[in-house]
């Protein structure tokens, strides 16, 4: 791994740091605001990483090294501590905590499409003829290799567009299998959790679902992503 791919993978990870910070502050936010003070009281309403790497080293240390060091780009996890029992009682309330997670993640993808297109008006960046990798999705307009900024734009873009995407697929342990019982009476998202419960080996095949799921979609989700970021903009 030469220099170039040291400091690509820089990036990458502070990219990653604060964009599963920012995920797993929202769920810790949003679960305080509905009375479970949990991961409040574990520091986790904070978008400083320490608090989150201490509760979870492994996926927020050594899988995103590994991955990038493997694959060229950068996987991982977090999570934030909530009461069982809190859930139990208010189901739709938690519904709304596992949904801020995916939100968060929505919310940095417009940001960051608001800041490429404003720098693409202000003359500063051009879109790629081709969009070739994660960190290649906006260029700079006088140089032919992506800078630090236009890496870590990409890069924001790209991995909050399969984090979010990732995470509301309906299936356990992920959010989207928590998030669809704002969708149900009370009583029926008590008997789903009950359910995922009794239930507790499907976690390992809900994440071998997910994974052979979104491998198949995530590229219609990113193509959509681009075209929508690149609306009305000819490549450069």
């Known amino acids: 791994m030469n220099t170039p791919d040291l400091a690509l993978g820089a990036v990458w990870y502070l990219v990653f740091l604060f964009s599963t910070t920012c995920h797993e502050a929202a769920h810790a936010l949003v679960a305080?605001?509905?009375?479970?003070?949990?991961?409040?009281?574990?520091?986790?309403?904070?978008?400083?990483?320490?608090?989150?790497?201490?509760?979870?080293?492994f996926g927020m240390v050594v899988v995103p090294i590994l991955s990038f060091a493997l694959g060229g780009w950068m996987i991982g996890w977090a999570s934030a501590p909530f009461s069982p029992q809190w859930q139990h009682e208010h189901p739709r309330r938690s519904a709304w905590m596992a949904l801020a997670g995916p939100v968060a993640n929505f919310a940095l993808v417009i940001l960051t499409g608001i800041a490429i297109r404003s720098g693409l008006a202000a003359g500063y960046f051009r879109a790629p003829e081709f969009v070739r990798g994660y960190s290649r999705v906006?260029?700079?307009?006088?140089?032919?290799?992506?800078?630090?900024?236009?890496?870590?734009?990409?890069?924001?873009?790209?991995?909050?567009?399969?984090?979010?995407?990732?995470?509301?697929?309906?299936?356990?342990?992920?959010?989207?299998?928590?998030?669809?019982?704002?969708?149900?009476?009370?009583?029926?998202?008590?008997?789903?959790?009950?359910?995922?419960?009794?239930?507790?080996?499907?976690?390992?095949?809900?994440?071998?679902?997910?994974?052979?799921?979104?491998?198949?979609?995530?590229?219609?989700?990113?193509?959509?992503?681009?075209?929508?970021?690149?609306?009305?903009?000819?490549?450069?």
């Open 138 to 236: 906006v260029m700079p307009a006088g140089s032919g290799e992506p800078t630090f900024l236009t890496s870590g734009l990409s890069i924001l873009f790209s991995l909050n567009v399969l984090l979010g995407a990732f995470n509301l697929l309906p299936v356990p342990p992920l959010d989207g299998h928590a998030g669809i019982m704002a969708l149900m009476p009370e009583g029926a998202a008590r008997r789903y959790l009950d359910w995922v419960k009794q239930s507790s080996n499907f976690a390992l095949l809900g994440l071998v679902i997910a994974w052979t799921l979104f491998d198949r979609i995530f590229q219609p989700i990113f193509l959509f992503a681009l075209r929508t970021l690149y609306s009305g903009v000819h490549s450069g």
């Open 32 to 57: 305080k605001l509905g009375g479970d003070m949990t991961a409040a009281e574990g520091g986790q309403v904070t978008l400083n990483p320490i608090p989150h790497i201490r509760r979870s080293p």
